[in-house]
């Protein structure tokens, strides 16, 4: 089962050196975020994703980690992140570490022990082969290799970039004619494990309460039934439910009936692979576009088969608004569109994810030159916007000081704009909060049922339903009329929030046409949203 506080939990994800900058550096910092929980609390948010804050040289923004144990100098100190968390569960929040488990840094203490030719406790921490010449080209979940850059003889596999040399789990299906292929009950890979529950142990002991793990399906190689990696996931779940019975660990896998079978609490929908997610907020013709040639059928057609998993394995599903490897959603849709999409996310089952910044539209900064890394991804990762003073309130820094280029071009997109306007999309965001706690059947875990989805069609209607209280989400993000019949009892409806020409109203009208009993026509306006209660 999830952990109890997920099943009430709406997170935050904050990529630490966009969020808010202290000092003047013109990088984020942990007391910025500090500085910076109460807003977010106020939007309603009770639980927060942090990307990577460990030391590192930064190449692919911290998923290249130099020393597990350390904190980023750039962010603060260890005393600065355990503040943090103090802070953090001090107002009735939890607080979530961002683990990468599948490779370092090159400049790893344990990768440049790994490299010496005398065999120490390091040596089989990562994936090498036993020749320079011979480089593992074509071994499973691997990218590449480094080679010539040890006294070690051999080459070491990647993960990702050239910096990432990978972790040793084993392999599943060790190639015999390749004796360094390890089994995942060999000494190394167990190494490995160990090594990666000290980490956990370390930063859970000092208060964080969980993981979203970076990669987690990639670990063991060759396995492509995932059998291994399943197993070893399991055994990391025995050992938190042993030790750290509140923490919390959630994937990036894509595949729930792996992933929760492996003890994970909860899965990502993520952007690449079947998901169809960017059929929803993402495409040349996204479903939520007023234009209405989109089309969302693929999506919940996987998306219930997903969430039916999810439910017998006791697990939970997310869908994000955004995060730091996506374009952000204000890149194919205006403002009212987003919040037709806000309303849906937030009516949705699972554990709401919403990327900072995304609350009050931020856009994605065209052109920018590569950070870290991001490459393409750095447009979705400029500071946030906090007010009307210099750098948007972001930092004290010159301009050109800030680590990543600013949306100068629409500063006026900012939370100071955004709270003085009622219907604004900030305001609009945290009055759909406020409503998903206030009714428990837009909680996480109330039931959902499609009551109206065909291919290319408007609206989207489904119902959310637990002990006794049911309500039905009824929406047309399309720029026409649109209607469906659907099954809906006579009498006693009501109408729970309506939203309008990008007007979110807790009371209202709706178009409803009884044709029997049991059956009715809703009908509704471009760009409209009913919620119901039935």
Known sequence: MAREWLMEAIFYEIYPQSFKDTNADGIGDFNGIIEKLDYIKDLGFNAIW?????????????????????????????????????????????????????????????????????????????????????????????????????????????????????????????????????????????????????????????????????????????????????????????????????????????????????????????????????????????????????????????YTKNLRLAKNGGGLICIPSGNHDMDRMARTLDEKEMKLAFMFLLTMPGVPFVYYGDEIGMHYVENLKSVEGGYGRTGSRSPMQWDNSTNAGFSSAPSDMLYIKQDSSRSKINVENEERDENSLLNTVKKLISLRRENAALMNTADFKILYCEKGEYPLIYARETEGEKIIVALNPSGKNASAEIELPIGNVKVLSVMSDGVLKNAGEADIRFLREGKAVVSLKPQSATLLKV
């Open 50 to 302: 942090m990307n990577p804050c460990f030391e590192s040289p930064f190449g692919d923004a911290g998923y290249d980690v130099a020393d597990y144990f350390k904190a980023a100098p750039r962010y603060g100190t260890n005393e600065d992140l355990k503040r943090l968390f103090k802070e953090v569960h001090a107002r009735g929040m939890h607080i979530i570490l961002d683990l990468v488990p599948g490779h370092t840094s090159t400049e790893c203490k344990w990768f440049k022990e790994s490299c010496k030719a005398d065999r120490n406790d390091y040596t089989d921490r990562y994936i090498w082969t036993n020749s320079v010449w011979e480089n593992g080209t074509g071994t499973g979940n691997t990218t590449g290799w480094l080679g010539g850059i040890s006294e070690r003889d051999g080459c070491a596999l990647l993960n990702f970039f050239a910096f990432q040399p990978a972790l040793n789990y084993g392999f599943a299906y060790p190639d015999p004619t390749c004796p360094w292929q390890q089994t995942p009950d060999a000494p190394g890979p167990m190494g490995t494990r160990a090594a990666i529950k000290e980490v956990m142990r370390f930063w859970l002991g000092m208060g964080c309460d969980g993981f979203r793990v970076d990669m987690a399906g990639s670990l063991v190689k060759n396995d492509p039934d995932s059998k291994a990696t399943i197993a070893l996931w399991q055994d990391f779940r025995k050992f938190l439910d042993k030790e750290f019975p509140e923490a919390a660990i959630i994937s990036e896998w894509g595949e729930p009936d792996k992933s929760l079978k492996g003890g994970f609490h909860m899965y990502f929908v993520l952007h690449f692979g079947p998901s169809h997610y960017l059929d929803l907020f993402r495409t040349a013709q996204p479903y939520f576009s007023a234009k209405g040639e989109g089309d969302a059928k693929e999506f919940f057609d996987l």
